[in-house]
């Protein structure tokens, strides 16, 4: 006898992963759409999530520089993914360093930042990119003090 209603693809979707015993929800994996979101341009640049092994989200990072910041921020950042995701779906990541694959997502024009050519900029326009509205306020000083340290470094580069 033909079924007279359809049925959803992501229903049986699960009904077959939940028989090979992979009953994972689905939703887990939104947490690549809400990264970029919850965790701002200028971490996403520099890390992404590359798998979800059970709670532990693995994520890959540029350099040990930012390694060492997102160990710091680490607590945030799940308790802001799973904010997000409105359940607990992350308990803890594990960063690597590694290759970061990242698009920009693109904005409108009109919303998109004037930005002077290379070299041109002050450093004060340098460091309003770091830090976005709504910011967590422990993750603005991280990449203040960030900023400030490779600015250091390189000013002292400049002059030998």
Same mark, same amino acid.
């Given at each position: ?63 040990? %520089?930012? !390694?060492?910041?997102?160990? *710091?921020? $680490?607590?945030?950042?799940? +308790?802001?993914?799973?904010? &997000? ?42 460091? %309003?990119? !770091?830090?976005?509205?709504? *910011?967590? $306020?422990?993750?603005?000083? +991280?990449?203040?003090?960030? &900023? ?13």
């Amino acid at each position: 006898m033909p079924r007279s209603t359809p049925i959803r693809l992501d229903a049986i979707l699960e009904t077959a992963l939940a028989r090979l015993g992979l009953d994972r929800s689905l939703d887990d994996y939104r947490i690549w759409q809400a990264w970029d979101e919850v965790v701002g341009r200028v971490i996403a640049r520099n890390a992404q999530p590359v798998r979800l092994d059970g709670k532990r989200l693995v994520v890959t990072v540029r350099n040990s %520089s930012w !390694l060492q910041e997102l160990s *710091m921020l $680490q607590g945030d950042l799940v +308790a802001r993914l799973n904010e &997000w995701m409105e359940r607990e779906v992350v308990r803890d990541l594990f960063l690597v360093v590694g290759k970061v694959d990242y698009e920009e997502k693109q904005k409108p024009e009109s919303e998109a930042p004037v930005r002077p050519r290379r070299g041109s900029m002050d450093a004060s326009a340098e460091e %309003s990119e !770091l830090v976005t509205p709504g *910011m967590n $306020q422990d993750i603005a000083a +991280a990449f203040e003090r960030l &900023w400030h340290a490779a600015r250091s470094r390189k000013d002292e580069a400049e002059e030998e």
